[in-house]
């Protein structure tokens, strides 16, 4: 083999390495993209925003009950994360109506965003952590 055709097979060779990490990278951002499954994040900022609007939102402190008695959000509903699949059709009966949850560090709110969206609730947003409410807390 000649030199030119030795480079040639080394291009094509490294384009279908790329070509195929680009490809992958692309699906697995589609499969955790927020709009394919319907989960995403909202902002503390975002939230007080949108209040401060008038916007009508079901805020969802997912924390435990003691949590919860230290501060919480004010108007919160408290639903641990692990009740919200018995207790989300009673205490939340419109499954259009805006939804936003928290816990204490974003990982139990996480999991209860999905859990809505898997019972059929159309807009559910993730604000996390309740350290980044810096608007002031009830309790």
Known sequence: MDKTFK??????AISLVVFALVGCSKQV????????DGYQKITAAAVKSRLDNGEKL????????EEYDTGH???SILIPYD???AKAASLLTDK????????RSGRRSEIAAKSLL?????NVADMGAISDWKYGLDK
Do not use: H, P, Q, W
């Open 7 to 12: 480079l040639l097979l080394l291009f094509l």
């Open 29 to 36: 951002s589609k499969s955790t993209d927020n709009k394919s």
């Open 58 to 65: 079901i805020i969802v402190d997912v924390r435990t009950k």
């Open 73 to 75: 959000i004010k108007n």
């Open 83 to 85: 009740e919200i699949e």
């Open 96 to 103: 259009n109506a805006s939804i936003v949850v928290y816990c």
């Open 118 to 122: 898997k019972l059929g609730y159309t």
